[in-house]
């Protein structure tokens, strides 16, 4: 709505200067120089966000790496785009173009709200629930899936429970993991195999010889 509101008082300011004010015009200009500064910042702090935070929140870590190269490359394309038109819509279509700016941003944020879930104050865990429900339901419409559980964020009561759960879990496997290690060395390249299965194959070191007399 940031941005909408922003393009469209644009718009009027530079219709107003051009065509329909005939006196000074310092005052909508100035005027015109803050709106766009705001606009700027406002696109910094929402659309500019969502190419880099949504794919680490979504994607598994399997393909964490891919999505969120595609999703800079689609970044850069539209960028592009918008880079290249921008001077021939503004030569032809004046500061009406901003209505553009503001019709693009309309459809953007409504498609935003239609089809992307509301990742804030979750695991990924959890965000990974919502793909799950929503082909259990059969649609990609949030306000449909899971009764529209992901329309916005969680209440509170549902982050302090799910971080008790949490804590618990991983008491758990902390302990299962010191038996699990107990009496046997681990090399380091296994662990970071573990925590990052893209780097491949998990490559066994060998036993130091110390280690091997010191068990036979």
Not at 94 to 113: C, D, S
Request: overall charge negative; charged content about 20%; hydrophobic content about 40%.
């Amino acid at each position: 709505m940031g941005l909408i509101t922003c393009f469209a008082l644009l718009s009027i300011l530079c219709g107003i200067s051009t065509d329909y004010f005939l006196g000074p015009r310092l005052a909508v200009q100035i005027l015109g120089s803050i709106i766009l500064c705001a606009s700027t910042s406002i696109f910094g702090i929402c659309w500019l966000t969502t190419v880099w935070l949504i794919p680490t929140e979504i994607y598994p870590s399997s393909a964490r790496a891919r999505g969120g190269a595609v999703s800079v490359i689609v970044w850069g394309l539209t960028n592009f785009i918008v880079t290249l038109l921008t001077p021939i819509g503004f030569n032809n279509l004046k500061y009406r173009f901003f209505l553009v700016f503001a019709v693009t941003n309309m459809f953007a944020g409504w498609w935003t709200w239609r089809y992307l879930p509301e990742t804030g104050g979750r695991s990924f865990e959890e965000n990974q629930k919502f793909f799950a429900s929503a082909q259990d339901d059969d649609t990609w419409v949030v306000k449909k899936v899971d009764r529209g559980r992901y329309l916005g964020m969680p209440p509170e009561e549902e982050n302090v429970e799910h971080a008790g759960h949490t804590e618990h879990a991983g008491h758990v496997g902390h302990a299962e993991d010191v038996q699990r290690v107990k009496g046997k060395s681990v090399s380091k390249r296994k662990q970071v195999n573990e925590a990052t299965p893209l780097l491949g194959p998990i490559i066994e070191e060998p036993e130091p010889e110390s280690d091997r007399s010191s068990v036979d």
